[in-house]
Protein backbone atom coordinates (compact mmCIF):
# COMPACT_ATOMS: atom_id res chain seq x y z
CA UNK A 1 0.00 0.00 0.00
CA UNK A 2 1.21 3.35 -1.06
CA UNK A 3 1.95 6.21 1.74
CA UNK A 4 1.78 8.79 -0.82
CA UNK A 5 4.94 9.89 -0.27
CA UNK A 6 7.17 10.84 -3.55
CA UNK A 7 10.75 11.26 -2.35
CA UNK A 8 11.56 12.87 -5.78
CA UNK A 9 9.36 15.40 -4.85
CA UNK A 10 10.26 16.17 -1.55
CA UNK A 11 13.87 16.42 -2.45
CA UNK A 12 12.80 18.96 -5.57
CA UNK A 13 10.83 20.68 -3.05
CA UNK A 14 14.28 20.66 -0.27
CA UNK A 15 16.17 21.87 -3.14
CA UNK A 16 14.06 25.02 -3.54
CA UNK A 17 14.89 25.99 0.08
CA UNK A 18 11.46 26.27 1.58
CA UNK A 19 13.65 26.18 4.95
CA UNK A 20 14.90 30.02 4.05
CA UNK A 21 11.77 31.30 5.59
CA UNK A 22 12.49 29.63 8.89
CA UNK A 23 12.36 32.37 11.83
CA UNK A 24 14.36 31.63 15.49
CA UNK A 25 12.72 34.40 17.95
CA UNK A 26 11.77 36.37 14.89
CA UNK A 27 14.95 36.64 13.44
CA UNK A 28 15.76 34.44 9.98
CA UNK A 29 17.58 31.46 11.04
CA UNK A 30 19.14 30.48 7.03
CA UNK A 31 19.85 27.03 8.67
CA UNK A 32 18.22 24.10 6.90
CA UNK A 33 16.65 21.59 10.33
CA UNK A 34 19.25 18.74 9.19
CA UNK A 35 22.25 21.18 9.64
CA UNK A 36 20.60 22.47 12.83
CA UNK A 37 20.52 19.14 14.24
CA UNK A 38 24.62 18.53 12.73
CA UNK A 39 25.22 21.57 14.77
CA UNK A 40 23.93 20.95 17.73
CA UNK A 41 25.44 17.49 17.91
CA UNK A 42 28.80 19.33 17.27
CA UNK A 43 27.85 21.52 20.49
CA UNK A 44 27.82 18.63 22.46
CA UNK A 45 30.53 16.70 21.17
CA UNK A 46 33.15 19.45 21.03
CA UNK A 47 31.78 21.77 24.05
CA UNK A 48 32.93 25.10 22.65
CA UNK A 49 33.67 28.10 24.73
CA UNK A 50 34.13 30.39 21.61
CA UNK A 51 31.40 30.16 18.77
CA UNK A 52 32.12 33.06 15.70
CA UNK A 53 29.58 33.29 12.76
CA UNK A 54 30.89 35.21 10.20
CA UNK A 55 27.48 36.48 8.58
CA UNK A 56 24.99 37.13 11.22
CA UNK A 57 21.93 38.24 8.58
CA UNK A 58 18.99 38.99 10.79
CA UNK A 59 20.90 36.79 13.48
CA UNK A 60 18.49 34.23 14.33
CA UNK A 61 21.34 31.85 13.87
CA UNK A 62 23.55 33.42 16.54
CA UNK A 63 20.43 33.99 18.96
CA UNK A 64 19.91 29.63 18.59
CA UNK A 65 23.69 29.22 19.06
CA UNK A 66 23.53 31.27 22.29
CA UNK A 67 20.46 29.12 23.64
CA UNK A 68 21.77 25.61 22.75
CA UNK A 69 24.83 26.68 24.34
CA UNK A 70 23.14 27.68 27.83
CA UNK A 71 20.66 24.16 27.10
CA UNK A 72 24.31 22.40 27.83
CA UNK A 73 25.72 23.89 29.89
CA UNK A 74 28.59 25.77 27.83
CA UNK A 75 28.67 29.08 29.00
CA UNK A 76 30.33 29.77 25.24
CA UNK A 77 30.62 33.20 24.12
CA UNK A 78 29.20 33.58 20.88
CA UNK A 79 30.65 36.53 18.68
CA UNK A 80 29.17 37.53 15.26
CA UNK A 81 30.67 39.42 12.83
CA UNK A 82 29.14 41.25 9.91
CA UNK A 83 29.55 44.46 7.93
CA UNK A 84 26.09 45.49 9.37
CA UNK A 85 24.80 43.76 12.26
CA UNK A 86 21.07 43.58 13.05
CA UNK A 87 19.42 45.81 15.53
CA UNK A 88 19.59 44.99 19.11
CA UNK A 89 22.21 41.75 18.26
CA UNK A 90 23.10 39.99 21.18
CA UNK A 91 21.28 42.72 23.57
CA UNK A 92 21.82 41.28 27.49
CA UNK A 93 22.78 38.00 26.24
CA UNK A 94 26.05 36.19 26.12
CA UNK A 95 26.55 37.30 21.99
CA UNK A 96 29.37 40.11 21.06
CA UNK A 97 29.08 41.34 17.79
CA UNK A 98 32.37 43.09 15.75
CA UNK A 99 30.92 45.38 12.47
CA UNK A 100 33.18 44.53 10.53
CA UNK A 101 34.68 42.87 7.50
CA UNK A 102 35.55 39.06 8.43
CA UNK A 103 38.87 39.67 7.13
CA UNK A 104 39.62 42.28 9.10
CA UNK A 105 43.13 41.97 10.47
CA UNK A 106 41.85 43.78 14.08
CA UNK A 107 38.74 41.81 14.34
CA UNK A 108 40.27 38.53 14.14
CA UNK A 109 42.93 39.62 16.30
CA UNK A 110 40.53 40.54 19.02
CA UNK A 111 38.17 37.29 18.34
CA UNK A 112 41.60 35.29 18.75
CA UNK A 113 42.04 36.91 22.33
CA UNK A 114 38.89 35.84 23.21
CA UNK A 115 39.99 31.86 22.25
CA UNK A 116 42.56 31.61 24.57
CA UNK A 117 40.99 28.81 26.65
CA UNK A 118 41.87 24.87 27.10
CA UNK A 119 38.45 24.74 25.57
CA UNK A 120 37.40 24.13 21.76
CA UNK A 121 36.47 27.10 19.53
CA UNK A 122 34.24 26.70 16.50
CA UNK A 123 33.74 29.18 13.33
CA UNK A 124 31.25 29.16 11.24
CA UNK A 125 32.13 31.03 7.82
CA UNK A 126 28.61 32.02 6.44
CA UNK A 127 29.73 35.71 4.81
CA UNK A 128 30.17 36.05 1.14
CA UNK A 129 30.24 32.84 -0.31
CA UNK A 130 32.12 33.74 -3.53
CA UNK A 131 34.97 30.80 -3.12
CA UNK A 132 37.92 33.24 -3.57
CA UNK A 133 36.62 35.25 -0.36
CA UNK A 134 35.88 31.69 1.45
CA UNK A 135 39.34 30.71 0.81
CA UNK A 136 41.06 34.03 2.08
CA UNK A 137 38.77 33.65 4.78
CA UNK A 138 39.72 30.16 5.88
CA UNK A 139 43.72 31.39 5.41
CA UNK A 140 42.68 34.17 7.83
CA UNK A 141 40.97 32.25 10.28
CA UNK A 142 42.95 28.95 10.65
CA UNK A 143 45.47 30.98 12.42
CA UNK A 144 43.05 31.53 15.10
CA UNK A 145 42.34 28.02 15.69
CA UNK A 146 44.24 24.94 17.84
CA UNK A 147 43.97 21.57 17.59
CA UNK A 148 40.80 20.44 18.20
CA UNK A 149 38.55 23.18 16.80
CA UNK A 150 36.17 23.56 14.12
CA UNK A 151 35.77 25.28 10.79
CA UNK A 152 32.02 25.23 9.53
CA UNK A 153 31.99 26.38 5.60
CA UNK A 154 28.58 27.14 5.04
CA UNK A 155 26.18 26.50 2.12
CA UNK A 156 29.04 24.75 -0.46
CA UNK A 157 25.91 22.56 -1.52
CA UNK A 158 24.57 26.16 -3.24
CA UNK A 159 27.98 27.95 -4.61
CA UNK A 160 28.95 26.72 -7.77
CA UNK A 161 32.88 25.66 -7.05
CA UNK A 162 32.61 26.23 -3.24
CA UNK A 163 33.05 22.60 -2.33
CA UNK A 164 35.84 22.09 -4.88
CA UNK A 165 37.59 25.20 -3.67
CA UNK A 166 37.65 23.70 0.14
CA UNK A 167 39.36 20.42 -1.13
CA UNK A 168 41.79 22.04 -2.52
CA UNK A 169 42.66 24.11 0.65
CA UNK A 170 42.40 20.86 2.57
CA UNK A 171 45.19 19.60 0.08
CA UNK A 172 47.30 22.57 0.72
CA UNK A 173 46.70 22.99 4.44
CA UNK A 174 47.76 19.10 6.17
CA UNK A 175 46.97 20.23 9.57
CA UNK A 176 43.09 20.17 8.86
CA UNK A 177 40.69 17.60 7.78
CA UNK A 178 36.72 17.53 6.30
CA UNK A 179 34.89 15.34 8.95
CA UNK A 180 32.03 13.51 7.28
CA UNK A 181 29.31 14.73 9.54
CA UNK A 182 26.82 14.70 7.10
CA UNK A 183 25.03 11.10 7.33
CA UNK A 184 22.02 12.04 5.83
CA UNK A 185 23.26 13.10 2.54
CA UNK A 186 21.17 16.61 2.97
CA UNK A 187 23.63 18.84 4.47
CA UNK A 188 24.35 22.23 3.01
CA UNK A 189 27.68 22.48 4.49
CA UNK A 190 28.68 18.86 2.45
CA UNK A 191 32.31 19.01 2.63
CA UNK A 192 32.93 21.85 4.99
CA UNK A 193 32.76 20.23 8.05
CA UNK A 194 37.13 20.95 8.61
CA UNK A 195 38.55 20.11 12.13
CA UNK A 196 42.18 21.28 13.11
CA UNK A 197 44.33 17.75 13.92
CA UNK A 198 45.85 17.49 17.77
CA UNK A 199 49.12 18.56 17.69
CA UNK A 200 48.60 20.97 14.73
CA UNK A 201 48.64 24.55 16.00
Given at each position: ??????????????RTKPWRKSKY?????????????????????????????????????????????????????????????????????????????????????????????TRPSIVFLDD????????????????????????????????????????RWLRDNPDFE????????????????????????
Amino acid sequence: MKDGHDSKQSLRRWRTKPWRKSKYKGRSILQTPVDLILVEELLERARPGLIVESGVHEGGFSEWLADRSEIHGLGALVVGIDRRLPKDFGLGRRIEGFESDSLDPETIAQVEARSRSTRPSIVFLDDDHDPSHVLRELSAWSGVLKGGDWLVVCDTVQVRGLEAAVRRWLRDNPDFEAVGRDRFGLSNHRGGWIKRKRGGG
